[in-house]
């Protein structure tokens, strides 16, 4: 980092001109499991504050990025410090800062919400008192559920559970792996509004997660992550932006519409799906439009089911990727 | 502060699961019950033996007296050959008239032989018989009731009572599983659950954990005996003779050398699927070479070597010798050198093998 100049309104967003300021600097990380590289060449800057999404299918590296921030797996390249302080090689010393929710949501089956949570806190080598304890049961929508056994609990519960776990050392960066990963619509909103409280009280948070909404929704910066690579990084806003009067042209037609037959530069009408569906990734949406039922008009096609959407995140991915963000 | 935590959610977590909870406390009181009824009690039921010495006209009128009865097996002979019945269980009580012919009017001299361990069974039986025969002698023949002379002799017997040692043995066992299965098949669930890694985010030192989890077992260990001491004694009469404070020594360091197999097991078992399996293999031969319901003695040579250096040899005679052996913590010493350098071993080979991870690595998302 060459400039410590900290210049306060704009810290929250632009971290990487910031590093005085950082919660988390990554630098150069790089994975590799036999050939494949996990994780390939990786930089990136959380500011203190900030919400920091990774954005990507599975298997893209977005837990295994995760997992050597939170000192479980050892990079093979690259230097990661969480404020300040270098995870490796002793990870240990970064543990009373962070607080990690992982995929796994088992706990131990014969004890209640409430003496797992002190457990945890032990191991942290600290004792609840009953205001932090009554806290975290309030913040995870627990209390109810205080002297339940975790066996019993629900999915979207569970997942709060884990949250709750991660934050009984009080730390100052969140790390949630697919918090919302399984959950029905309802119980993913109660996950994050929980994260969004956790954002408010001055936790830094990095997360991951393969549904577009919920990075649209929580992060305010997201790296979108393709075969190990961050393949783009922003806020949600910009990178949506990047596409500008981009449009997904979802219609059936009679006859199959092939792509250069329309002749718009820069779009692209993908092959029938199996309900003979077609989409067309549109450049500028009144062009488009316009090109697509002459084009129908011109040569007898019957255009069927037009729908039509303003471009976001799985857009974006799709033009970076040239894939859908889930398969 | 995270040890007795943990020490508290790990007991709490055996006391909770009913499953465990049968392994622990039923299952070795079932044992104990049916071998205790089948082997134990069965001798109780049979004749009862009498051995008669001495002056023949004597053993003569106490044949006749008793000889009628069904149940009673009269044997006559020497008084060496018949006081050492009793030691190996073949005589219930001897009584030996004084070979030298009393003048007549004066008392003859009688001397009983009993086993002070059988007077709750046959023995006691044999005992009420032979001196209410003398009675009626004494009476019938003379009209005198005090024409015998009755000193009673106890014989020590050294041998013990067959549920005296089979009850030190029903704790080995009950520890022996509890604390290998307690341990090996929660640390592999946990492991491909993901609680182990849970744990690892956290600043608790590693052996802490494990110590923690040991003294779970340890608490356990202690219960099971408690419960199979206290039905031992309330139900099936077994005298407790030795040290309690040798015994729970046994118990402290049999727990800690169990619990640390357990632990080499879970690190060996790659998936949950073959930890039963693995630890199976290991402990079901050991419950019968280690001398737990019966003793050794007629195997092979060569088996019975392999059965001396067993852990749970070590664990089972030790329990023995202080639980109604009559020995000392000093006493045992062998035995608690023994399981101190199989702890040793187990705890230096299961850190070797220990995992946070699953064996599958996961490297998606």
């Not at chain 1, 627990?142 to 999915?155: D, F, P, V």
């Not at chain 2, 039921?45 to 149940?71: C, R, Y």
């Not at chain 2, 608690?336 to 093998?353: E, K, N």
């Amino acid at each position: 980092m060459t400039s410590n100049t900290v210049d306060s309104a704009s810290t929250r967003n632009q971290a990487d001109s910031h590093g005085g300021s950082s919660m988390v600097s990554v630098r150069s990380l790089g994975k590799n499991y036999g050939s494949l590289r996990a994780v390939d060449d990786v930089s990136f800057e959380v500011a203190r504050g900030e919400i920091f999404g990774f954005l990507g299918p599975n298997g893209a590296g977005k837990t295994t990025c995760l997992e050597m921030m939170e000192g479980l797996r050892k990079p093979d390249a690259g230097t990661i410090t969480i404020s300040g302080i270098p995870v490796w090689p002793d990870p240990a010393k970064v543990k009373r800062l962070i607080g990690v929710q992982t995929q796994s949501t088992a706990f131990y089956e014969e004890l209640t919400v409430q003496e797992v949570l002190r457990l945890f806190g032990a191991l942290h080598g600290r004792r609840l008192s009953k205001r932090v304890l009554e806290d975290l049961l309030d913040l995870s929508g627990l209390a109810e559920k205080r002297k339940a056994y975790t066996l019993a609990l629900s999915g979207g519960q569970k997942q709060r559970l884990a949250i709750a776990i991660a934050l009984v050392n009080e730390p100052e960066l969140v790390f949630l792996d697919e918090p919302t990963t399984g959950l029905d619509p309802q119980a993913r909103r109660r996950t994050w509004e929980v994260v969004k409280e956790l954002r408010d009280r001055g936790k830094t948070i990095i997360l991951t997660s393969h549904y577009m909404e919920e990075a649209e929704y929580l992060c305010d910066r997201l790296a979108i992550i393709d075969y190990g690579k961050i393949i783009a990084m922003d806020t949600p806003v910009r990178l949506v932006g990047q596409l500008g009067r981009k449009a997904r042209i979802n219609f059936t037609a009679s006859r199959p519409i092939e792509g250069v037959s329309l002749g718009l530069a820069g779009s692209d009408v993908g092959a029938p799906n199996s309900e003979g569906e077609q989409t067309l990734l549109a450049e500028n949406l009144d062009d488009a439009i316009a090109v697509l039922l002459r084009t129908a008009n011109d040569e007898d096609i019957e255009i069927k089911n037009l729908q039509v959407r303003t471009a976001n995140l799985e857009d974006v991915f799709l033009t970076l990727t040239g894939k859908e963000l889930r398969d | 502060m995270a040890f007795i935590e943990l020490l508290k959610a790990n007991t709490r977590m055996h006391l909770r699961n009913r499953n465990s909870l049968f392994w622990h406390f039923a299952f070795p009181l079932v044992f104990m019950v049916l071998f205790g009824f089948i082997i134990g009690q069965g001798g109780g039921q049979g004749p009862v033996n009498i051995g008669l010495s001495g002056d023949p006209t004597w053993t003569q009128h106490v044949e006749t007296a008793l000889g009628g009865i069904e149940e009673v097996d009269i044997t006559k002979g020497e008084q060496d050959v018949l006081v050492n019945g009793i030691r190996d269980g073949d005589q219930h009580v001897v009584v030996v008239f004084d070979s030298q012919a009393a003048e007549p009017g004066q008392p003859v001299q009688v001397e009983i032989f009993f086993d002070p361990g059988e007077e709750m069974g046959a023995g006691g039986v044999a005992r009420t018989m032979v001196m209410g025969a003398l009675d009626g002698i004494a009476k019938q023949v003379q009209g005198l009731p005090e024409l015998f002379v009755i000193e009673q002799t106890s014989v020590a017997v050294e041998e013990l009572s067959f549920i005296s040692f089979l009850m030190p043995g029903i704790i080995g066992m009950s520890v022996m599983f509890s604390c290998l299965f307690g341990v090996a098949s929660p640390l592999v669930t946990e492991r491909e659950k993901g609680i182990l890694r849970q744990v690892k985010l956290t600043t608790v030192p590693t052996p802490v954990f494990l110590a923690a989890k040991s003294a779970g077992m340890t608490v356990i260990a202690f219960l099971q005996a408690f419960i199979i001491i206290a039905v031992g004694i309330m139900f099936f009469d077994v005298e407790i003779s030795g040290s309690l404070l040798g015994a729970s020594v046994v118990l402290f360091l049999g727990s800690l050398m169990m619990v640390a197999l357990g632990m080499l097991v879970a690190g060996i078992a790659g998936r949950v699927e073959s930890v039963d399996s693995i630890a199976n293999m290991i402990a079901m031969p050991m419950m019968f070479l280690a001398g737990t319901f019966f003793p050794i003695d007629s195997a092979p040579s060569w088996l019975r070597g392999i059965a001396e250096v067993l852990p749970l040899t070590h664990l089972n005679s030790g329990l023995r010798d202080t639980l109604v052996g009559g020995q000392t913590l000093g006493d045992i010493t062998p035995a608690l050198i023994a399981m101190a350098v199989w702890t040793a071993v187990f705890i230096g080979a299961a850190s070797v093998r220990f995992r946070w991870e699953p064996q599958k690595k996961s490297n998606g998302g």
